[in-house]
Nanobody, 124 residues
Framework: QVQLVESGGGLVQAGGSLRLSCAAS????????MGWFRQAPGKEREFVAF????????LYADSVKARFAISRDNAKNLVYLQMNSLKPEDTAVYYC?????????????????WGQGTQVTVSS
């Protein structure tokens, strides 16, 4: 079992920045690939970013590429999502997720564990 807890969300003006954190407990976090997803009201949960077990591979949704950066610190069991140049359309609840086995990195069904989410609101 892995427990995931997100933090760092909040209200920010357009063009601002936030850094989300995801704290993992339970099995060693470096056994898992990690992803960030988001869900806006009335919309399906969508992929945002992915990082591999060792951190050597990171992948992003086109909508956030060059603005967001995912990273991890396995010694601290933390995964981060640095979000820059935020836009109102980035407003959503952001979730981190852990994937034990291989799968489609952008598919929610590939992930085994989920956090409770943290709200990000970007005002125009």
């Amino acid at each position: 079992q892995v427990q995931l807890v997100e933090s760092g969300g909040g209200l920010v003006q357009a063009g601002g920045s936030l850094r989300l954190s995801c704290a993992a407990s339970g099995r060693p976090s470096n056994n898992y690939a990690m992803g960030w997803f988001r869900q806006a009201p009335g919309k399906e949960r969508e992929f945002v970013a992915f990082i591999s077990y060792g951190g050597g591979t990171s992948l992003y949704a086109d909508s956030v590429k060059a603005r967001f950066a995912i990273s991890r610190d396995n010694a601290k069991n933390l995964v981060y999502l640095q979000m820059n140049s935020l836009k109102p359309e980035d407003t959503a609840v952001y979730y981190c997720a852990a994937r034990r086995y291989t799968g489609t990195y952008y598919d929610t069904k590939s992930y085994d564990y989920w956090g409770q989410g943290t709200q990000v609101t970007v005002s125009s």
